[in-house]
């Protein structure tokens, strides 16, 4: 998640105690310069999903935001859950749970970002799980559009379906799935 550092300029006519850095065509100064927050990330610095052992999870949500079904923010909620293979945990585990969170961070699902709550990886023996989180299953709009822009950014190809289910659903499932709310 690492950008890249503006390149120095030498041979500039500034003093000597203060640099230029080179953007595009412009020369703007350091000391103007600000390291963008998320160059050092925490994601840098944990182990990746695919080395958790089973029964391990990970997840991220917004502020005030428990990452349980009880929670008030994601009770009328669902999920859009990407169920792996075991196979899959090699070639795509990490990078879909990174496309993941790029998509949270960066707020990726326009007029709708608010109705995100967090997401969530499972690591799982049978096969590992992530899952985007909403406040509201009853709004058919802000989902689908989700699930659409999420998709697309993990690159699953079109012919392969993705589900969302309610909280409430997966809450009283009598067996071992739970029936889609939408697809996409």
């Known amino acids: 998640m690492a950008t890249a550092e503006p390149e120095t300029i030498s041979n500039c006519t500034n003093s000597e105690d203060e640099k230029a850095v080179a953007t595009g065509e412009e020369v703007v100064s350091t000391e103007h310069y600000i390291k963008h927050p998320l160059q050092n990330s925490l994601y840098n610095h944990i182990q990746l999903s695919s080395n958790?052992?089973?029964?391990?999870d990970y997840s991220l949500f917004k502020d005030w935001i428990e990452p349980m079904w009880e929670d008030e923010r994601n009770k009328q909620g669902g999920r859009w859950?990407?169920?792996?293979?075991k196979?899959?945990?090699?070639?795509?585990?990490?990078?879909?749970?990174?496309?993941?969170?790029?998509?949270?961070?960066?707020?990726?699902?326009?007029?709708?970002?608010d109705d995100?709550?967090?997401?969530?990886?499972?690591?799982?023996?049978?096969?590992?799980?992530?899952?985007?989180?909403?406040?509201?299953?009853?709004?058919?709009?802000?989902?689908?559009?989700i699930g659409q822009v999420y998709k697309e950014r993990l690159g699953v190809p079109q012919k392969v379906i993705i589900g969302y289910q309610s909280h409430a659903d997966t809450a009283t499932k009598s067996g071992s799935t739970t029936k889609n709310t939408f697809v996409v």
Do not use: P
């Open 52 to 56: 958790l052992m089973s029964g391990c």
């Open 81 to 85: 859950l990407i169920t792996l293979t």
């Open 87 to 113: 196979q899959q945990r090699r070639s795509d585990l990490d990078k879909f749970w990174l496309e993941t969170l790029l998509c949270l961070v960066g707020e990726a699902f326009d007029d709708h970002s």
């Open 116 to 145: 995100v709550c967090g997401a969530v990886v499972n690591i799982r023996t049978k096969g590992d799980k992530i899952s985007i989180w909403t406040t509201d299953y009853e709004n058919k709009d802000a989902i689908t559009h």
